[in-house]
């Protein structure tokens, strides 16, 4: 007889991580990294492009998850992902480069 155990989980944000996940292929896909890259704790200029606008929209465009939710999917603490919001809005103020490639990746998200 095989038996079948339910796993539960206490972070119900991994059931939902479809449309995040949608945002994350196509921000690495738009620098020619991986997924895996955006995740990981990279410090070169491109992934933390990447990591910041990454984490920009999917508080901009989901925002049922929490900064919480969103350090989950990131496996950093929420302080971190506030933060990495406030350094993306200061640098696409300042940097006429930046907000271009955010545009660009914008117009490619059709959610």
């Known amino acids: 007889m095989i038996e079948i155990t339910r796993v539960k989980y206490e972070h119900p944000v991994f059931f939902k991580v479809k449309k995040p996940d949608y945002i994350l292929n196509i921000v690495s896909e738009y620098y020619g990294i991986r997924v895996k890259d955006v995740l990981s704790k990279g410090r070169t200029k491109h992934i933390l492009r990447a ?5 920009y ?3 901009e465009k ?3 998850y929490s900064f919480e939710g969103i350090g989950e999917i ?3 603490h929420h302080s971190s992902i506030m933060k990495s919001i406030d350094t993306f809005k200061l640098e696409i103020e300042k940097d006429a480069d930046f907000k271009s490639e955010f545009e660009e990746i ?3 998200l059709i959610l």
């Open 51 to 55: 990591r910041r606008i990454a984490r």
């Open 57 to 59: 929209l999917i508080r």
């Open 62 to 64: 989901f925002p049922q």
């Open 74 to 76: 990131f496996k950093v």
């Open 106 to 108: 914008k117009q490619k």
